[in-house]
């Protein structure tokens, strides 16, 4: 297999795993954790809660059109249109037509997919910060503030403070999921340009 072929399997096989680690964590538990925030956390300042839905919302509908804007590259019944199809044809010998063709409808791919993946970042990153901020308020155990959160459920048989916590490691583990997955895309877009310049992409 070629080093391209190598490299730009690896970008698909990234963005299956930030997609499978969506589908197994946010809904099963940081949905849950974010949620009981949203509508039962009275501990919350009213501004602060405001912009904490926002966040929440827009942070739903990014996952949700980046789960259906993949499966319906990935299931399309056009053949010429589908993505996997496209990555196929990127291995066999082409005219420099074709090349270029094959070429656009990859980077169109990628550039849709960060574009969703950025929103997605931008609003996890800002209910990262503000569960931290929540969390710390949990430690200082102010006293308004823990006889509202222990009367919220946490997930499965554990505290909702143990259950924020949790949700704080998960987030980390998927920023450091989506840095892997930027290096990978720029070493792949570094190795296309560098083909293009000593013409093997032209």
Not at 45 to 54: P, R
Request: no cysteine.
């Amino acid at each position: 297999m070629r080093t391209q072929d190598i490299n730009t399997m690896n970008t698909m096989k990234s963005l299956a795993i930030l997609l499978t680690f969506f589908n197994k964590y946010y809904d099963s538990y940081l949905r849950q954790v974010i949620n009981t925030v949203v509508v039962k956390g009275s501990f919350v300042k009213k501004m602060q809660g405001e912009e904490f839905s926002t966040f929440y919302y827009q942070l739903d509908d990014g996952i949700e059109k980046l789960n259906t804007y993949v499966r319906d590259e990935m299931t399309t019944k056009e053949d010429a249109n589908h993505i996997v199809h496209t990555l196929i044809e990127s291995r066999k010998e082409l005219s420099n037509v074709e090349r270029k063709t094959v070429r656009a409808k990859i980077d169109k791919f990628d550039s849709d997919v960060m574009a969703l993946l950025e929103k997605i970042m931008e609003n996890l990153y800002k209910i990262d910060l503000s569960l931290k901020a929540i969390y710390v308020d949990f430690r200082k155990k102010y006293p308004e503030v823990l006889s509202n959160v222990n009367q919220l459920k946490g997930i499965g048989n554990t505290t909702f403070a143990t259950s924020v916590e949790k949700a704080l490691e998960i987030m980390d583990t998927f920023f450091g999921i989506m840095r892997n997955y930027v290096i990978i895309k720029n070493e792949v877009n570094d190795m296309f340009k560098k083909m293009e310049s000593q013409g093997q992409l032209a």
